[in-house]
């Protein structure tokens, strides 16, 4: 998880160069998916609660899909997690304009807020300035669906080659699963089995989004990724090595 509290990872620096629950819960699910989102088989509550064009509040949002959020986690692999991060950005899209909180500076251009926490995920509000970085880091226990609200930034995710050992000394093999322009609306999904690295780098106008973090496994610290030099022949493939937050 993205906890920006430890944030030794969100160093500010020159962007790199180049850069089954039963079947009656799961029907539960979709419907209850489906009266969020707009979809067909949408509620009548939905159907009279707004226009098309409006979206939620952040309170609307949280307390409308934590029901299904809740049913969803019970699945924890990778593709549960796809489930479960889809589904949540689903609502999340539906977010209208989103306050800024209260914020503090964690290095210089970056800020970070928060705008719900912590159950059943954190909510953290990013801003970064023009060309900051936030490094390319692990997520080792918590998934994460980001949100675009303002500006745009360059997101990259990436994954280890071999299954990952996030302690290891040496050097690896990473492949650069995503590259993404995000702008607002946009969703980038951080499973823990799948992209479970990523590192953002903002645009001339700066950024600013939301980090939507669950936690499902003990927490421990995440490790930043030094990317190094492409491998000649391979797809988005460089290496890389571990250094320890
Ligand atoms: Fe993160």
């Known amino acids: 998880m993205l906890d920006h509290d430890d944030l030794p990872f969100a160093e500010t620096r020159s962007p790199l160069p180049g850069l089954l629950v039963c079947r009656r819960g799961l029907f539960a699910s979709v ?21 098309p064009d ?22 924890r692999s990778q593709r549960g997690q796809d489930r ?26 970056h800020r970070i807020g928060s705008n719900h926490d912590p159950e059943p995920f954190t909510v953290l509000h990013w801003q970064l300035e023009r060309g900051i970085e936030i490094a390319p880091h692990a997520h080792t226990y918590g ?31 990473v492949q650069r699963t995503v590259e993404q322009v995000l702008r607002p609306g946009d969703v980038n999904l951080v499973n823990l089995e799948r992209h479970y690295v990523h590192g953002f780098v903002a645009g001339p106008d700066g950024a600013s989004g939301l980090d939507i ?15 190094g030099e492409a491998i000649e022949g391979g797809l988005r493939q460089f290496r890389a090595r571990w250094r320890q937050s």
Request: charge should be negative; hydrophobic fraction near 45%.
């Open 31 to 51: 419907a209850a998916a489906c009266a969020a989102t707009g979809l067909p088989g949408a509620s009548p509550h939905w159907q009279e609660r707004r226009a």
């Open 54 to 75: 409006d979206g939620f509040t952040i309170e609307e949002f949280v307390r409308s899909v934590t029901p299904v959020c809740k049913e969803l986690l019970a699945d």
């Open 84 to 109: 479960y991060l889809l589904t949540l950005a689903a609502f999340a899209v539906r977010l209208a304009t989103v306050p800024v909180p209260e914020s503090r500076e964690v290095k210089p251009g």
């Open 143 to 173: 998934n994460v669906v980001t949100l675009g609200l303002t500006g745009s930034a360059l997101v990259a995710n990436y994954e280890t080659v071999a299954p990952p050992d996030f302690d290891s000394q040496e050097d690896f093999v």
């Open 213 to 227: 973090t669950t936690r499902i496994r003990e927490r421990r610290r995440a490790p930043l990724l030094e990317v």
